[in-house]
């Protein structure tokens, strides 16, 4: 599969075992279903959407909490004691830590077994045909806020996880993934390109060539809450109680956003978010920070962590609100009857 360097980042290699081909959509784009959602890789040659691609296969199967032989179920399966994990995962894991850290724990890395408890414990596409046997128990309380919680060994990469946590890196490593592909593409000269991962993606293009074009979907209506032309270089994250939600085996509504104060889906006034950055990792941690606190607490903990982030939210009456600099990563005004 795609290789990574020590630290963890994409080296822009071809993959040894692609996996299934790519599907072609048209031109220079092509689809694919990894890490549970599908992804679309556009503006870019065959050979650089493969490589984009088999890096995301890899990814998945570091982090995913679907397979015991991950790096995921593994550090959670040793109850204290150190596991040796990929150079990635000690990379991911301490950034995600360090978000945790600058977000006073509202963004938390470690709700697996919450995440798990509320039926979350395989692929969606399995949850959505029904409930499995012994969903819908009371997730565990969250557990104590006491280091160390975690311990990393970036040398001999090994992790130690807490007995009882369980990691759910889910939308951060799925935005840090993407990312590490697109840098990498740039680094390499590759000048236009879009990958999309399930709506949050990684966009860019040299300031001569027309800007990518993407509608923000409302969640509560059929037309778009918004529709962007990109700016050159731009992160865009969607977090959102109504995509991967479902009914427990006891019919209680869940969706996949956890509230680390409750362990339980959160439930402030936003339904959805959407934030547009220079990084897909952050951006991620914001528009999970926003429907979590909600429309009047979030933006502040957004303009603590990226003063330069802009958002988009919809709330549960439908009304859309956005961030005064959202202009940033406008190319130009597109004309539409949202409001």
């Known amino acids: 599969m795609g290789r990574a360097e020590p630290g963890g980042a994409w080296t822009g290699a071809r993959p040894e075992q692609p996996g299934p081909p790519p599907r072609p959509v048209s031109g220079r784009a092509v689809r694919d279903r990894v890490m549970g959602t599908d992804v679309l890789v556009a503006g870019l040659a065959p050979a650089e959407a493969v490589a984009a691609l088999g890096w995301l296969r890899e990814v998945e199967r570091v982090f995913t909490r679907f397979a015991p032989d991950s790096d995921t179920r593994r550090v959670g399966a040793a109850q204290g004691r150190p596991v040796r994990v990929a150079p990635m995962f000690t990379a ?29 414990d395989r692929d969606f596409a399995e949850i959505a045909a029904g409930p499995a046997p012994g969903a819908g128990a009371a997730p565990p309380a969250p557990a104590p806020a006491s280091p160390p919680r975690v311990e990393i060994d970036h040398d001999r990469r090994l992790v130690t996880l807490s007995p009882g946590l369980a990691v759910d890196l889910g939308g951060f490593v799925k935005g840090w993934s993407v990312q590490q592909a697109a840098d990498g593409l740039r680094e390499r000269g590759v ?19 027309p800007p990518w074009r993407i509608g923000v979907a409302h969640p509560l209506r059929t037309g778009p809450a918004d529709i962007l032309a990109l700016t050159e270089r731009v992160a865009v994250a969607t977090s959102s109680v109504t995509r991967r939600a479902w009914r427990d085996r006891e019919g209680r509504a869940a969706h996949h956003v956890l509230d680390p104060r409750t362990g339980r889906p959160a439930e402030s006034d936003c339904l959805q978010a959407t934030v ?14 926003l429907v979590i606190l909600g429309t009047r607490a979030g933006p502040r ?33 597109v004309a539409d009857d949202t409001a």
């Open 92 to 120: 991911v894991l301490a950034a995600a830590c360090e978000f945790q850290r600058r977000t006073g724990g509202v963004f938390d890395p470690f709700l697996g077994a919450e995440i798990a408890a509320l039926g979350y």
């Open 191 to 209: 000048r236009r390109g879009l990958i999309d991962a399930g709506g949050d993606l990684v966009a860019w293009r040299s300031p001569a060539d």
């Open 276 to 289: 547009l950055a220079t990084d897909l990792a952050a951006a991620e941690v914001a528009a999970t920070c």
């Open 301 to 333: 903990q957004v303009a603590e962590l990226d003063p330069s982030a802009a958002w988009l939210t919809v709330d549960r009456e439908g009304r859309v609100r956005r961030s005064a600099n959202l202009g940033d990563y406008r190319a130009e005004a």
